[in-house]
């Protein structure tokens, strides 16, 4: 039986700027093998991977009907020091507007979250001084790895969050009153 890997999601729009107008998803496979199985059509992102031995690993699947369009030949994607996959879908449709949410079907999926670490709101996308620091793909280049499955290194990045911009939704509030306790405020922790 196969799993759903921990999807986290953040996005940029622009309507004059093919590379400002992308989705970046994070992909959480614990000790993934090499070259997982990535198709990425106009309309559909499948992605099937190994964690762990070749024997014993589990495995990963995910399959998710796209909210719009995006272009294939220019998305990318990679593995991360063995805990997360990149991927860059380049949107076809160049509009200032967000998508309200990764997927076609208005459903909210318990594996797929916000990247909150990422996300920037539609209207402060050109105050963001150095988008490179939130974009794994930032530095490549065109002739960078990833378009066709090459692997890459680049720190893990971790998220919390809801669907779309629903809430809070996965944030662990015992650990944030844990982290505040040990600042010196005490906010409810006991």
Known sequence: MSLHPEVLWAQRSSTDDEEKNYVLLTISIPDC??????????????????????????????????FKDVIPEK???????GQH???????????????????KEKVKYAFIKTDFNKWVDEDEQDEVANDSEMDPFA???????????????????MGAGGEGMGGAGGMDLEALQQLLAAQGGNFGAE
């Open 85 to 103: 996959y990149f991927i860059k879908l380049i949107k076809k449709d160049l509009d200032i507007e967000y998508w309200p949410r990764l997927t």
């Open 139 to 157: 530095n490549m280049g065109a002739g960078g790895a990833g378009g066709a499955g090459g692997a890459g290194g680049a720190a893990g990045m």
């Open 75 to 81: 998305s990318l994607h990679k593995i991360a020091n």
């Open 33 to 66: 093998q090499p070259n997982p199985e990535v198709k990425i059509t106009e309309n559909r992102l499948d992605l099937v991977a190994k964690s762990g031995s070749v024997e014993g690993g589990e495995t990963y699947e995910l399959h998710l009907d796209l």
